[in-house]
């Protein structure tokens, strides 16, 4: 094989993309299909919850166009992070919508779903053999804190992905995975070399992003070849540019340079971009360099209360000049009115818009110079009774508050709702971002092998 | 604001403002405890020439923050992008109680009133 030819269509299953893109880049006959379906950009509240930040509708509608064109075509379909976070709930959330898709448009195919979620028991096991390491600037971790963890997942590397792609899978469906391997996995299966083939991952899982103008709902072309590959937007407006491809190798890393995975890293001290023709990039001399132990990526949240909020503004000049007292008063009468609780049981937050809602402690400019601010009077309290009591009593006491030198003696705040405050449910924090060091980079993924056919599906 | 022209063969520099040199000032998580700011220069002539001004250093970063230079994890220049990025350690964790940008793309704002002279 000289070259192997990927189809990326967008940055995240269920961010869409044109359908012209995705012909585009079907008539250039690739080779696989491949779509990171999550990010822990979101926020910890996905994982820890086991639920999609995207949209079931829109995730159907992006699959369905993939798995159509993908059987028609015997296109290898591979996805990665499924249903958002990659845990066992958002892999059994994709799964069903694949099934769905399967009975409605008559296919069948054979389809690896990989596990990625771990048992909290084998990970507490694992720390005591002391395998877990922090990952600057997490700190390192705790029994207590493993034991809190709702959810754990593990950021598989291409290994299972390879496997899953050898017993025959046409479709593979993993859970946490790190990004590049969606793309990188059949390149690597099928000899080239790892550090184009995840680099060129590293760019294709997000698509458009990487061209002029950028876009994450819309296709990436990508062509490996043994010691260069080459990235085509498939929207004709879009072109990719040296400097719109180095770019975004910079996105989301803390350095650019070197580009830390599951067993080693990518080495872009070497890499080189060429303009290859008007609208396509060449890159190489990326290289891969395996780590001595093979390390794999944990990622954990906790619940640690339930939220209730009020939204509110404010118009009134002295009321504004009086708001941090104003604030401070109200966090004292809490206090008094619930003297029986404890500073643990809840989390009393005052976000002033037009102040320091955006940067908090990081805002460097003081004071506020707006003529009104909006104010979110949030609870994180440890039921979701309680953070609405702390709420509601915050809420009523700032509106009648009577400040000094107060005119407006008919409320302090405008509430755009009714009713003024709501509960926004359970709140979660990661509280796991930790290296776990394996014997075996496929031990802690588990691939269930299955042929699909509408209405059923049979292991095998 | 201001501009740098050059006139029989002498450098006039002048102090110019960052948005003028660069086309990409952002910033955005960099995994859910760090916080990335990327500056992407409009031409590899300017990112030399901010490079060589030496504005950017970790001293900086922390003094437009409001965070101790312990904080700032790194400075690096990317010739490749024509690119300098700056990465520092979150206040707290991406969504955590009290975050007010779960995605980080909105702190870059600071960035924006540097001054340098080139």
Known sequence: MDELRILSPTAILGYGFPKDSFERGLAKEPDLIGVDAGSSDPGPYYLGAGVSFTNRQAVKRDLKLILTAARERDIKVVIGTAGGSGGTPHLQWCTEIVKEIVKEETLHFKVATISAEQEQEDILARFDRGKLSALAPASETTREELIASSRIVAQMGVEPIISALEAGAEVVIAGRAYDPTVFASLPIKEGFPAGLALHMGKIMECASIAADPGSGSDCMFGILREDHFLLEPLHLKRKCTTTSVAAHTLYEKTNPLELHGPG??????????????????????????????????????????????????????????ELDNIIEAVKIAVKDNFEDLKREDYHLLFRVYGRDGVMGELEPQQGIVAHEVGVIIEVVAKTQDLADTICSFARSTMLHYGYPNRVATAGNLAFPYSPSDLKAGEVYEFNLHHLLQVEDPEELFPIDMEIVVPGKSYSV | MGFTYRKRGIMLTEKVNIRELADVIRSKNAGPYELSFDIVFKSFEIYEQVKRSGVFTEELIADLYNVSVDEVISIINYDAAKAIKATIIRPRSAGAVGDGDVYGAQQHAPLLGIEIEI
Not at chain 1, 264 to 283: N, P, Y
Not at chain 1, 284 to 289: C, E, H, L, T, V
């Open chain 1, 264 to 321: 080693g890293m990518i080495d872009l001290s070497a890499t080189e971009f060429e303009q290859h023709s008007e609208r396509v990039v060449k890159v190489k001399g990326s290289k891969f360099i395996e780590s001595e132990e093979y390390t794999l990526k944990l990622e954990g949240a906790k619940l640690v209360g339930y939220r209730t909020l009020s939204i509110a503004g404010t118009r009134d000049p002295i009321m504004i000049q």
